[in-house]
């Protein structure tokens, strides 16, 4: 199976890594000509780890950055992570291009090739592929999946339209060095007109993203450190001692979501699909579990094992999941940014009161994490034992686990069999495809797995 992706971010490189691990010829078409180390996103999320996990990356990730358990919102509101049914229970901090360094170094070692310097410019499509043209070569291929971001040449050559609006204008993002850093690991004020968040890579330097309501600008507008100290100190009451900067850049942030993840033999996932407010640190992460939940539906099709309707699924799964992180983010970012003081007390009193709810705090936290974010069918399993080694370290194969007492025939190219009391199929993305007993799993198999060989 020829596959093209368009975009080597987090989301194209992951999908790119999972397609070749399979056996799939893919390439990816980058339009970015080398490496860049300006990035928006810094927050890895529990889920995410866990998909990290199942592909035996997650402890080179890890290694990158800073765990952080514990949140503080607004004041004195505080969020505790540390109560995640996962074994990462906390929000990694680490900047997107350490992310995109580890996948792109595993789509290469699998076999994935990146073109860079390239950009989409138009396809066509019918039955048997898909001809995608860029400003340089055109290319063949049975899919196309387009994760080229906000801007995406697939999403404008299928002539779909990217519905929603600018939710925040003018923020202001930097990464300094501290000498007075704030107690809490990530801290979120916001007082009159001013708002602030700060994180810290873990390195020494920390991510600030800063919003002056009185100072509303275009995205190009000149930024000095000076209107950042001054808005951090405007929403803290101190700026914490901010010294050296190595980058700044102000931009807006719009919610839009395109209204089919797919059309045909071509996909969209990531930016190319949706984009949102950055509270929650939701972007990246969404991406990435749009990739996992496409890869292994492209390597069934390509292996000609498929079930109908399988490819649409991931349409079904990931368009619901893309608006409800547009709502709670969205719903984050008004909250920070109320502008009466009236409002910003209530809001406060409220959530503190929320948030000591235990049923609360696991929504929020669920939520935000993605690890309380199932599909309609098919839920996040939880990681387990089994005699000596974890679901996540079988699910590295690429392939179904089945835990049950015995293994089937005919199955052995897409399942992993280990023994167990129950009988559980896991997909390939961590979800559970099916659940029952030893006598039903005949049907549940060739509903999931097509045909045994």
């Not at 989409?120 to 048997?128: H, I, N, R, S, Y």
């Not at 969209?268 to 496409?294: C, E, I, R, Y």
Request: a neutral charge; glycine letters at 12%.
């Amino acid at each position: 199976m020829k596959t093209v992706i368009a975009g080597a971010g987090p989301t194209g490189l992951l999908l790119a890594g999972d397609l070749a691990a399979a056996g799939a010829d893919v390439t990816v078409l980058e339009r970015r000509g080398g490496e860049s180390n300006l990035t928006r996103a810094f927050a890895v999320h529990a889920r995410t780890l866990e998909q990290f996990d199942a592909r035996g990356i997650a402890e080179d990730v890890i290694a990158t950055g800073t765990k952080v358990a514990r949140l503080r919102l607004f004041g004195d509101v505080a969020v505790n992570l540390g109560a995640l049914r996962s074994r990462f229970n906390y929000v990694l901090i680490t900047p997107q291009y350490n992310v995109e360094r580890i996948l792109e170094e595993r789509a290469l070692k699998a076999g994935a090739r990146i073109v860079r310097g390239t950009t989409v410019t138009g396809l066509t499509q019918d039955a048997q592929g898909v001809a995608v043209q860029t400003d340089g070569d055109a290319y063949e291929a049975d899919y196309l999946v387009g994760a080229d971001g906000a801007r995406s040449g697939v999403r404008q050559a299928l002539g779909l339209d990217f519905p929603g609006r600018a939710v925040v204008r003018s923020l202001m993002l930097a990464d300094v060095r501290l000498a007075e850093p704030p107690a809490d690991a990530i801290s979120v004020s916001a007082v009159g007109s001013a708002f602030a968040f700060v994180a810290p890579f873990g390195d020494g330097w920390y991510r600030i993203f800063a919003w002056n309501r009185d100072h509303q600008v275009a995205d190009g507008a000149p930024l000095d450190v000076e209107e950042v100290r001054g808005t951090v100190e405007a929403a803290f009451g101190t700026d914490f001692g901010l010294g050296e900067c190595r980058w700044l850049s102000r931009f807006h942030s719009d919610e839009r979501q395109v209204e089919r993840y797919r059309t045909g033999r071509v996909f969209l996932a990531g930016d190319a699909a949706h984009v949102h407010s950055p509270a929650g640190g939701q972007g990246m992460n969404t991406g990435l579990q749009d990739a996992a939940n496409l890869g292994w539906k492209l390597a069934a099709a390509g292996a000609g094992w498929a079930p109908d309707g399988l490819l649409d699924s991931y349409h079904a799964e990931r368009h619901a999941v893309g608006k409800l992180v547009l709502r709670t983010s969205g719903g984050l970012i008004r909250l920070a940014l109320l502008q009466s003081r009236a409002a910003r007390t209530g809001r406060d009193a409220l959530a503190g009161l929320a948030l000591h709810v235990p049923a609360v705090q696991r929504k929020l936290t669920g939520t935000v994490s993605g690890l309380g974010i199932d599909y309609e069918h098919a839920a996040r399993q939880e990681d387990v034992g089994l005699g000596g080694v974890r679901l996540y370290e079988l699910l590295r194969a690429g392939r179904h686990v089945l835990l049950a007492p015995q293994a089937p025939a005919g199955y052995d190219d897409r399942l992993v069999h280990a023994a167990h009391e129950r009988c559980v199929l896991v997909r390939p993305d961590g979800y559970t495809a099916w659940t029952g007993t030893q006598g039903d799993l005949p049907v549940a198999l060739r509903a999931s797995l097509g045909a045994p060989r």
